[in-house]
């Protein structure tokens, strides 16, 4: 140590080394919503006189409103304490967690899937993860919204799987612009990623909007990944519709997780449902892959399996009517709020999942160079942390989360305001 520095070994003390790192993972990596919302987080003084209100991660467990149920603990707490599930799961899950899942997500289809259309993954990351790993192949493209779920974006690059963005169009209810989706596509084109309930929208897609989506994909040639983490979210005018419905159109990989519905992040519960009825992810040997895949990863915790079909048998609907009332409160406290901030425009307001998207207009902040500079100076000086649109790839917004406690809420919105009349230009 010199001066407080730390020096740097000479060049040719690295060079004689045979490692380094895998430009791969640097390049996936600055892509998550949570090394973002941590760099941004970062720039808070914890010393300060105003807490944190953290208005950037969908992550509303921290929150007592938000408190999972009962019964749903106790499922877990007799799972662990049976001293039956400390043993090594199937590799791609067990089977009474497989059979509640299927027969939970049959309610809503007009047929029945079974223990073996459900693969269980730790969370919906490896999910994600499993879906991007299974369909990557030389030359491969996937077609992903703007804006979306960066995840996707982080494993396909990671697994030089060619990534398309189609838009979601704010004017018309964030609905997928499908002539773009035609004109994006190719005979390389595996599958394309339907977010719904959007995150990070916050808007939910009409039957016949998605039986046009499964239709174009069937044209395509290409399978439909639907993204339903946020499927007990819902709390508009819009009913939300499970993709699977449209299985005999097209083949369906549907993804969802406890995390959400349960409001459990942490325990890393998903699954990955293949509504299939024609079986031609099985022909293809898609599901060769999926099951090689699982042999290779993590399993989620033993005793966490276990005490699903409990979590889902016992969890009452009045549990999700309670968070569905909350969301929808929060929400409209957003919307309410968001339009008297003069610099902040929303195209539509949320019906469902945990987030809304909002538009800058830098043209009216001085100081103020893109959405990245505005999360970091927000942070700074407010202790408000939103997540910046350049991170969903929608440069100039911003993704607020109302899935917070009310008052925290109301609280990170009046500061938001007061930093926006502040940077106004005069």
Not at 100 to 110: Q, V, Y
Request: charged share 20%; glycine share 6%; hydrophobic share 40%.
């Amino acid at each position: 140590m010199e001066n407080g520095t730390t020096k740097k070994p000479p060049t040719e003390a690295v060079n004689r080394w045979h490692f380094g790192p895998n430009d791969l993972l640097a390049a996936a990596g600055g892509r998550t919503i949570r090394g973002i919302i941590h760099r941004i987080t970062s720039s808070v003084d914890e010393r300060g006189p105003r807490p944190l209100v953290p208005l950037g991660l969908g992550d509303p467990s921290v929150f007592p409103s938000f408190r999972i149920s009962t019964s749903a603990e106790d499922a877990i707490v007799e799972s662990l304490r049976s001293a039956q599930h400390n043993h090594y799961p199937p590799t791609v899950g067990l089977l009474s967690a497989r059979r509640a899942i299927a027969e939970h997500l049959s309610e809503n289809l007009p047929y029945e899937l079974s223990p073996d259309d459900v693969f269980i993954t730790a969370g919906c990351n490896q999910a994600i993860e499993l879906v991007a790993v299974s369909l990557a192949r030389p030359g491969a493209n996937i077609l992903l919204p703007r804006p979306g779920y960066p995840m996707y974006e982080t494993h396909c690059v990671y697994n030089n799987l060619e990534i398309r963005h189609f838009d979601l169009v704010p004017e018309r209810g964030w609905q997928i612009d499908l002539d773009q989706v035609e004109q994006l596509s190719d005979e390389n084109t595996v599958a394309m990623v339907v977010i719904n309930p959007s995150n990070p929208c916050g808007s939910v897609l009409s039957f016949e909007h998605m039986q046009k989506i499964a239709e174009t994909a069937s044209k395509l040639g290409i399978m439909l990944i639907a993204d339903e983490v946020y499927s007990h979210s819902t709390f508009g005018g819009t009913p939300f519709v499970p993709m699977g419905v449209f299985g005999l159109i097209v083949p369906i990989l549907t993804l969802g997780s406890l995390s959400k519905g349960w409001i459990v992040p942490g325990w890393r519960l998903g699954w990955v449902v293949m509504t299939d009825p024609k079986a031609i992810l099985k022909e293809t040997k898609v599901i060769d892959s999926i099951t090689n895949f699982l042999e290779i990863s993590a399993d989620p915790a033993t005793f966490i399996q276990a005490a699903v079909p409990q979590i889902i048998e016992r969890t009452k609907n009045g549990y999700f009517e309670r968070i569905v009332n909350l969301l929808r409160a929060t929400a409209e406290i957003c919307y309410d709020k968001i339009k008297e901030i003069s610099c902040i425009t929303c195209p539509s307001k949320p019906e469902a999942s945990m987030f809304v998207m909002v538009k800058l207009e830098l043209s009216l902040l001085d100081g103020i160079h893109d959405d990245v500079d505005f999360c970091l100076k927000l942070a700074k000086e407010e202790s408000v942390v939103l997540c910046p649109g350049s991170a969903l790839e929608m440069k100039n917004w911003l993704r607020i989360t109302f899935a917070v406690e009310p008052s925290s809420l109301e609280l990170g919105l009046e500061r938001l305001k007061s930093f926006c009349q502040r940077h106004e230009k005069k």
